[in-house]
Every structure is written in C-alpha cells, then in structure tokens.
C-alpha cells in the first residue's frame, strides 16, 4: 500500500468524520474512495466496518458519560438487528464486484436524496407489536450489514415508532444498536478474508479525528454547507461507479 492511499484514505476519514458528527452520511465518501484506491467492492465494505465499529464505540461511550443508558433495551433491538446483519453481509461478501459498485450507486443517490431533504420525523407511542418489531428491525439489520450506508435514518425512523422516546435516546439506541450488529458483521467479512486492516486502522484514525474536529466547529462549518459539499462528492462519485469497467 503506498503512502499516498494512506493520506487519501486518512483525509477522507476527517471528512467523513465530520460530515457525520455534523451531518451523517459519511459513509458515502468512505466506500467509494476505497474502491476507487483498488480495493474490491467486498473488501472496502469490509475494511469501512473498522471505522464504523470505533466510531460507534466511541459515541455510545459519550453517551453513558452524560448519562444516557438503556442497555437492556439497547440489547433487545439490536439482537433481531444483528442477526439481519450477518444475513446483509453475507450478501454483501458474495454479489460480484460489478454488481456491488452499481448497487451501491444507486443507493448512495437515494440515500443523498434523503439526507438532504432532511425529513421531520414526528415521534409517536412506542409499539407494543414485539412481532412487527423483530421483522422490521431483522430487514434493517440486512441492510446495514449489507451496505450500511444511510442506515442511521432507517434505524431513527423505526426507533422513533417503537421506543417512543426522544431523539436524544432515539440516537443512543441508534449508535448502541449499529455498534453491535456491526462487530458480527465485521466478523463475516473478516472470516471471508475481505479485511484491509492497515487501510482500515488509517480509515478509523481519519474518522475519530474529524469526529472531533466536527464537535468542536459544528457552528463555524454550518451543516448546509456538508451537504452541499456532500451532495457534489457523491453524485460524481455515483457517476464514475456506475459506468467504471
């Protein structure tokens, strides 16, 4: 791996890092740029686990310092999560890589559609349908063990619906939940051999700093301006995965 990868993949971390303390939607820089640096499809879903896996650790920590904590209830939603993780990266190890890098965007467009539309989402009763609830958290189990792209706005939507509960709770279940599922999914890629763990390391490293950079200047950048700058990295990115041979 030459040095240039490394410091490309180190500043898209910052960027992404910060695009989703500020934003969200990092991962929509992250798998690309990993493709793009030689990277099977497979392998940069794999290898962007590691950053995701360190990023969530480090939230749900932040978390439990300002005392919001729900490990219980963390642990009941995310147990039909991970397990349509391990289904979703499966599938992800085992698409082609052409396929995969126009599945993907594809999704990346419509997850940028609706991250920057932004939709209000209006909290209501918690669900007492535990059946439903297993089914519709299994699906977006697969999705982000698949792709994982986007898949917090999934999870807030369904949270919201069936904790109830506020938002500030609503995105504690959300970092706790994609926490777990992801050590498994991690855990599939890993076995199948589609980890670059150096890339990976340099990928986590990015994204912990611009998690910190974003935190401490969310006033100064203004999250207008990420999505923005967001919307023309992914869509030039989505073109070239399209139609790269």
Do not use: C
């Not at 669900?127 to 089914?135: A, D, N, Q």
């Not at 890993?190 to 950079?213: C, F, Q, R, Y």
Request: charged share 10%.
């Amino acid at each position: 791996m030459e040095l240039t990868q490394l410091v490309i993949v180190f500043v898209v971390g910052i960027v992404a890092g910060i695009i989703n303390t500020l934003a969200g939607g990092g991962s929509l820089l992250t798998l690309p740029t990993l493709i793009f640096i030689g990277l099977s499809g497979a392998t940069a879903n794999g290898t962007n686990r590691i950053a995701i896996l360190v990023q969530n650790i480090f939230a749900v920590s932040g978390f439990h310092r300002k005392g919001i904590s729900d490990v219980k209830r963390s642990i009941q939603l995310a147990l039909p999560t991970l397990m349509g993780a391990m289904v979703g990266a499966k599938i992800g190890v085992e698409l082609p890589d052409e396929w995969f890098r126009k599945v993907l965007a594809v999704i990346m467009v419509l997850v940028l559609i609706i991250t920057l539309k932004k939709p209000k989402i209006h909290l209501k009763k918690g669900s007492r349908g535990w059946g439903l609830t297993l089914l519709i958290f299994f699906f977006v189990g697969i999705y982000g063990g698949f792709i994982q792209a986007g898949v917090g706005f999934f999870l807030i939507m369904a949270l919201t619906v069936v904790t109830g509960k506020n938002l500030v709770y609503v995105n504690y279940y959300k970092v706790f939940i994609v926490g777990i599922y992801t050590i498994f999914a991690l855990s599939v890629f890993i076995w199948e051999g589609k980890i670059d763990w150096l890339i990976g390391s340099t990928l986590a490293l990015g994204n912990g700093l611009g998690g910190w950079i974003g935190s401490h200047s969310a006033v100064a950048l203004g999250e207008k301006w990420l999505r923005y700058v967001l919307a023309i990295a992914v869509i030039a990115m989505a073109i070239n995965l399209m139609w790269r041979g």
